[in-house]
Structure formats: structure tokens, C-alpha cells
């Protein structure tokens, strides 16, 4: 990987992001601080998906396999999707391989905060600038709560329903990509 990037810190778990080329992404948090490589490519609908993954572990079972942020990592990924995207279809090196042999430091947090924005929700008719913000702060939590619309509600002071509604017509009026069912993002 040739370029790494700390992802914002927040209340659900700290995480650390490389960005490599052919698709390549490598991700560690304090949930998994091994490092995980995923490969990742666009499916119909544009959003990323996982295609490869890549561990280096002293052991690998089920247990190990069942404790991947699987969904996590692919929120991420299409958070920073306009990162990725333009190294898709570059060259990664040869082997499955996305380091040398040497293994990474796990990774360990530094601090713990809470980085949901409250939304200014206007009364009445909600503009289309609203919803771009709701498909923002929405994109964003995804990728970093396991309840993304849970934690906006809390945030913003309103029911769930209310955003889970929000979202829907986010994505209604092209602002956040389709959904896959039981997928976060």
C-alpha cells in the first residue's frame, strides 16, 4: 500500500485505512488490529464491493474469520470511494500480496470521540440541500457505526423512523447509491 490515511476518530472504534492500487485496500481497528486486505471492485449498482481478501495472521479459523468487519471495511470503502475508484484499474503488484512479507504493527487507538453531527432539520418541505446533507452525515456514520440512522436520531434529537425516512428519499432523489439489503451505507 503507498498511501495511508487515519480515518476520523470516533465513539464506535478507531480505524486506519491504506489506499494500494488494483483495488486494494488495508484496514485495522481496535475491534480487528490485525491488518485485513480487501480487494474491492464497482458491481452494477456503483457502490464498491469486496471481491479478495487478503490475511496474514499466525492462525486463521472460523473464529477469525467470523471477527472481519466485513461490513465495516466495505462502508469505509465507499466513503472514500472517490480515492479508490481511480485505482481500480491500475496494476497491483504481482502475487496476492499487497505488502512485502513483513508483517504491520497492529494498530492502536489514541482517543476516543463521538463525531455524529446533529442535523439542522427545517420544518415543513425539506429542501434538496437537506437531503444531501442527510445523504452525507449518512455515508459517514455508516462507516463508522454498526447504527448509522440510530446515531443520526440521537444526534439530530428525532425518531429513527424519521431517519430511516430521511435516507430512503436521499437515495429517492440520487444522492446516496442504492441500497443492498442488510448491508450498512
Known amino acids: 500500500m503507498n498511501e495511508e490515511q487515519e480515518l476520523p476518530v470516533s465513539e464506535w472504534g478507531l480505524g486506519q485505512f491504506s489506499f494500494g492500487e488494483g483495488g486494494w485496500v488495508g484496514y485495522a481497528d481496535e475491534d480487528v488490529p490485525d491488518w485485513t486486505y480487501a480487494r ?3 458491481n452494477e449498482q456503483g457502490r464498491l464491493v469486496i471481491s479478495e481478501l487478503y ?17 465495516r471495511i466495505q462502508a469505509r470503502v465507499n466513503a472514500f470511494a472517490d480515492y479508490i475508484r481511480p485505482r481500480l484499474k491500475t496494476a497491483s ?8 512479507p513483513e508483517p504491520r504493527a497492529p494498530f492502536q487507538a489514541k482517543a476516543t470521540i463521538s463525531v455524529v453531527p446533529a442535523l439542522d432539520v427545517p420544518k415543513g418541505r425539506k429542501p434538496d440541500a437537506f437531503y444531501r446533507r442527510v445523504a452525507e452525515v449518512y455515508a459517514e456514520t455508516a462507516s463508522l457505526s454498526k447504527r448509522p440512522a440510530a446515531d443520526m436520531a440521537e444526534a439530530s434529537g428525532v425518531p429513527v423512523t ?17 441500497a443492498e439489503p442488510g448491508r450498512r451505507g
Open 162 to 178: 424519521a431517519v430511516h425516512r430521511w435516507v430512503a428519499e436521499a437515495r429517492k432523489r440520487g444522492f446516496l447509491l442504492p
Open 40 to 42: 474491492v471492485r464497482e
Open 55 to 71: 490475511l496474514a495472521r499466525d492462525r486463521i479459523d472460523s473464529a477469525t474469520l467470523r471477527a472481519l468487519p466485513l461490513g
Open 93 to 100: 503488484r504481482p502475487g496476492v500480496e499487497p505488502l512485502g
